[in-house]
C-alpha cells in the first residue's frame, strides 16, 4: 500500500493563466499532477477545464490568439521554455473527447506516432502494436483484421483505439478529455477499466462532465469553476465532505 | 370561390415557370447544337486513320496526328510543371500563413489571374519565356504560359481539397507529436489528394483548348516532324482548327469539323474524367 504522499510529482503547474485574446480561461491555477494517480478535473462549461488540459501538452500552441503566464513544469523543467513542443506532446499524450481516427488501417493508427519519431523497424512496429492495443483492452476484438480502415470500427473500439495510439508513442502523462462523451455504457465501463489499469504506469489527467465518472475512477479531484481552481483534494473528501460550498453545491447536482 | 387576385397569381406562377424553363433551355440548347453539329460534319472523316497520319496536301487532306500529339505533351508538361507549383502555394496559403495584408494580397492575385484574358498570357509568355528566357518559340515556354494560367484553377481547388480536410485531423497529427510539416504530409494532404487532382485535370482541360496563350508561345502552322525535345515548336490542335479554318483557302469543311471534334473530344473527356472521379472518390470518403 503507497501512501498517497509518497507518489511523485510528475508536472507542477504554478500561478497558471490563459487567456485567448483578451478571454481569461484560466486565473492563476496551481497544482501537482502525481505518477501512479488519476487527477479527475471537474466543472462546468466554460470552466477551463479544456484549457487546462491543452496547456498541459502545448496544444493551445496552435492557436495565435493563445497567451499565457505562470510556469508548468514536466520532471522540474519547463515545459513552454526548456521543452520542445513537439517533445512534449509526446511525453505528455492526450485522448480527445470523440473518437478521431485518422482514416487510415487500425495498425497505422496505432503506429502513427512513433513512425513519424523515425522507427522504420517492422518486427519493432508489430510488437508495440500489440502492446498498445493490449494496453488499451482492444487486442483481442481487432488482432484479426489490423489491417482494416478504423473507419469501421465501433465509437467504442475506435477510442480504445485512441487510447493505443496515444500509448504506442510511450508517454509519461496521459490526458484525456471528456473521453466518454459520446460512448454508450458498456463502452464507457471498458474505457474507464483501461484508465485504472494505466495508472500502473502513467501520470492520468481525467477532464470529464460526469461527475459519477470521476468519483469512479479518480484518485484525486480538482474542481475548476469559471477559470478557478476552487478546490482538489482527494476523491471520497471532494464527494463527502468538500471544503468549499460551491463544489458541494456542483457534485450533489444542486448548480446553476 | 376563385377571385381575381387568386387568378392572378396563378398567372403569375406560371409565367414564372416557364421563364425559368426558358432559361434554362437557352442555357442547353446551345451545348447539345454545338456537340452535334460538330459531331454530325466531322464525324464522316473521323477514323483512327485521321488521328494517326500526317495533313497532306497543304493540310487539305490527310490526318491531324502531329498536332495530336502537340496537343497531348503540351498538356501532360503544363500539367507537371502546375501541379506541384499549385500545391505547395495551397498548401502554404492553407496551412502556414496567418490571415494577414501579404496572405490577403496574395488571393487578390490568384482571383485577378484568373480573369486575366487569355491572350494577356500569350503575350506575357512571349515577352518572359520566348524572348527573355531564350526558349524561343518551345513547348517549354507554352507549357510555362499554360501553367501560369491554369495555375489559379490549380491554387483554388487545392486550397477547397485541403480545408475539406476536418481539423481534428491536424489536431490529431499534432497531439502525437507530428511537427507541422508531418502532418500535413501524412494528415492531410492524402486526403486532399482526390480534390486536387480534379481541379488539376479541370486546369489542364481548359489548357488544352486554348488559342492565344500558344500563339507566340509554341505554336507551328506545320511541321514535317514531330517534336523531339521540350525545346522545339509543335503543332497543336486548338491552332491547327485556327489555320486551317482561316489562313489556308480550299480546306473541305470535313478537315476542319473533324479537327474541331477531336478537340472538343479530348476536352470533354477530361472533364468528364474529373467529374467521375470526384464523385468515386466522394462516395468512398470515411469522414
Redesign the interface.
Given at each position: 500500500m503507497v501512501s498517497p504522499t509518497a507518489l511523485a510529482t510528475k508536472m507542477h503547474v504554478k500561478d497558471w493563466s490563459v487567456w485567448y485574446g483578451r478571454i481569461q480561461a484560466l486565473t492563476s491555477v496551481s497544482f501537482e499532477i502525481q505518477e501512479r494517480d488519476i487527477l479527475g478535473v471537474i466543472g462546468p462549461a466554460n470552466s477551463g477545464k479544456t484549457s487546462l488540459l491543452r496547456s498541459l501538452?502545448r496544444?493551445n500552441d496552435?492557436d495565435?490568439t493563445f497567451r499565457s503566464a505562470g510556469q508548468i513544469t514536466l520532471e522540474g523543467r519547463d515545459l513552454y521554455r526548456e521543452l520542445d513542443s513537439?517533445?512534449v506532446?509526446?511525453r505528455v499524450?492526450?485522448v480527445?473527447a470523440?473518437p478521431?481516427p485518422?482514416?487510415l488501417s487500425i495498425r497505422d493508427n496505432v503506429t502513427?506516432?512513433p513512425r513519424?519519431?523515425g522507427e522504420r523497424n517492422a518486427a519493432r512496429l508489430e510488437e508495440l502494436t500489440e502492446r498498445s492495443l493490449r494496453a488499451a483492452s482492444l487486442w483481442e476484438e481487432v488482432k484479426d483484421r489490423l489491417d482494416l480502415?478504423a473507419?469501421k470500427l465501433s465509437g467504442g473500439q475506435q477510442q480504445r483505439l485512441?487510447i493505443a495510439?496515444?500509448l504506442a508513442?510511450d508517454p509519461e502523462v496521459i490526458l484525456f478529455d471528456e473521453p466518454c462523451s459520446g460512448l454508450d455504457p458498456i463502452s464507457t465501463a471498458k474505457v474507464e477499466e483501461t484508465m485504472l489499469q494505466l495508472k500502473e504506469h502513467y501520470a492520468v489527467v481525467l477532464v470529464t462532465n460526469n461527475t459519477k465518472q470521476a468519483s469512479r475512477v479518480s484518485d484525486r479531484v480538482a474542481f475548476f469553476l469559471m477559470g478557478e481552481l476552487v478546490e482538489l483534494d482527494r476523491v471520497d473528501v471532494i464527494f463527502t465532505a468538500p471544503k468549499d460550498r460551491r463544489t458541494e453545491d456542483y457534485v450533489t447536482g444542486r448548480f446553476g | 370561390m376563385r377571385s381575381p387576385s387568386w387568378r392572378r397569381a396563378v398567372w403569375t406562377q406560371r409565367l414564372a415557370l416557364s421563364s425559368l424553363f426558358l432559361a434554362t433551355m437557352v442555357a442547353l440548347v446551345p451545348a447539345v447544337v454545338v456537340i452535334g453539329l460538330v459531331l454530325a460534319r466531322g464525324m464522316p472523316v473521323f477514323s483512327w486513320k485521321f488521328l494517326t497520319t500526317m495533313p497532306t496536301h497543304g493540310m487539305r487532306a490527310g490526318g491531324i496526328f502531329p498536332a495530336v500529339i502537340g496537343t497531348l505533351e503540351l498538356v501532360a508538361l503544363t500539367g507537371i510543371v502546375a501541379l506541384p507549383v499549385g500545391v505547395l502555394a495551397a498548401i502554404y496559403l492553407t496551412e502556414y500563413a496567418?490571415d494577414h495584408g501579404l496572405t490577403r494580397l496574395v488571393r487578390l492575385a490568384i482571383v485577378n489571374l484568373a480573369g486575366v484574358p487569355s491572350v494577356v498570357y500569350g503575350l506575357f509568355g512571349l515577352g518572359l519565356f520566348v524572348i527573355f528566357c531564350r526558349f524561343g518559340a518551345s513547348l517549354l515556354a507554352g507549357a510555362l504560359t499554360l501553367a501560369i494560367m491554369i495555375l489559379p484553377v490549380i491554387i483554388t481547388a487545392s486550397e477547397e481539397a485541403l480545408r475539406s480536410v476536418p481539423q481534428?485531423?491536424?489536431?490529431?497529427?499534432?497531439?502525437?507529436?507530428?511537427?507541422r510539416w508531418?502532418t500535413v504530409r501524412?494528415?492531410v494532404l492524402p486526403?486532399a489528394v482526390p480534390g486536387i487532382m480534379t481541379g488539376t485535370i479541370l486546369g489542364m482541360s481548359r489548357a488544352a483548348g486554348e488559342t492565344a496563350p500558344i500563339l507566340f508561345t509554341v505554336a507551328a502552322f506545320y511541321l514535317p516532324r514531330l517534336p523531339t525535345s521540350i525545346f522545339d515548336q509543335a503543332m497543336v490542335l486548338p491552332y491547327h482548327l485556327y489555320v486551317i479554318s482561316t489562313q489556308i483557302p480550299n480546306v473541305p469543311d470535313v478537315q476542319r469539323y473533324g479537327t474541331a471534334m477531336v478537340l472538343l473530344g479530348l476536352v470533354l473527356s477530361l472533364n468528364i474524367v474529373a467529374v467521375v472521379l470526384r464523385a468515386h472518390f466522394r462516395r468512398k470518403r470515411?469522414?
Open positions: 501538452n496544444m496552435v495565435p513537439r517533445q506532446r509526446r499524450g492526450i480527445f470523440l478521431l485518422l482514416p502513427y506516432g513519424l519519431r480502415t473507419m485512441c495510439r496515444t508513442m | 496567418r481534428s485531423f491536424r489536431e490529431v497529427s499534432l497531439s502525437l507529436g507530428a511537427s508531418q501524412y494528415a486526403f470515411q469522414w
